[in-house]
């Protein structure tokens, strides 16, 4: 399986293209995809899956790249601001909270770093 083999960005949903080396694998990997596409939770990125053929996956999720925690913190940064201690916090329960959900579930959710935490406009942290 090539991980991922293709990805665009365009506005706020990215689409990324998994490539698989058998059908079986692909159903495997499907139906994984297919579960996370039905969970809910309010810092959860939306996904919707499409299969496009017998050894391929589209991945669509909403996109919030121009603004993720590491941006915010340069920002922070370079406008010498102090981070307001409570959207410190806020951040730090909804990360808390994302990170339960995915461990109720059984899901292993690899690397959480500033780069792939993204910030809504309402302040929303989404993984």
Known sequence: MEIPAN???QDLVSVETYNFDTEEEKNKFLGLFEHLEHLSFP???A???KSEDVKT???EHENFSQNTVELF??????LKEAIDEQKLLDFASQGALILAFLHKHELIHGQISPLNLSITEDDTLRF
């Open 7 to 9: 990805s665009t960005t």
């Open 43 to 45: 810092f959860l990125a």
């Open 47 to 49: 996904l919707t899956i």
């Open 57 to 59: 996956i589209c991945v």
């Open 73 to 78: 913190i340069q920002k922070q940064i370079m």
